[in-house]
Nanobody, 124 residues
Framework: AQHLVESGGGSGHAGGSLKLSCQPK????????LGWFRQAPYKGREWVATAYSDGSTYFARSVKGRFALTRHSDKNTVSLETDNLKPEDNATFTC??????????????????WGQGTQVTVSS
């Protein structure tokens, strides 16, 4: 069963803005961390950012300063947004959730649930 749903993917312009959201189907279910990954064509899956249940957020060096994470506590939804799209954002963005407390939230194998992914296309 699908436990996470991404939304907000689509086309954007380089230098433009985009907002993605990840919503658990069971939105009231607590989670330890929710991470975002991206995978460009012919590239491996790359960690982008993670929001922890304590409110802290962490970003990969490759995107730090360009992305922001917002946790919407009413539905345990986490949004990933940028005001400065770059060509490397032309990728499938996928969110993942770790339920169990503790552990590293930057490694795919440490997550319990995954969304289907949402495609982001960046035009010049």
């Amino acid at each position: 069963a699908q436990h996470l749903v991404e939304s907000g993917g689509g086309s954007g312009h380089a230098g433009g803005s985009l907002k993605l959201s990840c919503q658990p189907k069971a939105y009231s279910k607590p989670w330890y961390c929710l991470g975002w990954f991206r995978q460009a064509p012919y590239k491996g899956r790359e960690w982008v950012a993670t929001a922890y249940s304590d409110g802290s957020t962490y970003f990969a060096r490759s995107v730090k300063g360009r992305f922001a994470l917002t946790r919407h506590s009413d539905k345990n939804t986490v949004s990933l947004e940028t005001d400065n799209l770059k060509p490397e954002d032309n990728a499938t963005f996928t969110c993942a959730m770790r339920i169990r407390w503790g552990g590293v939230c930057t490694i795919p194998s440490h997550f319990d649930h995954w969304g289907q992914g949402t495609q982001v296309t960046v035009s010049s």
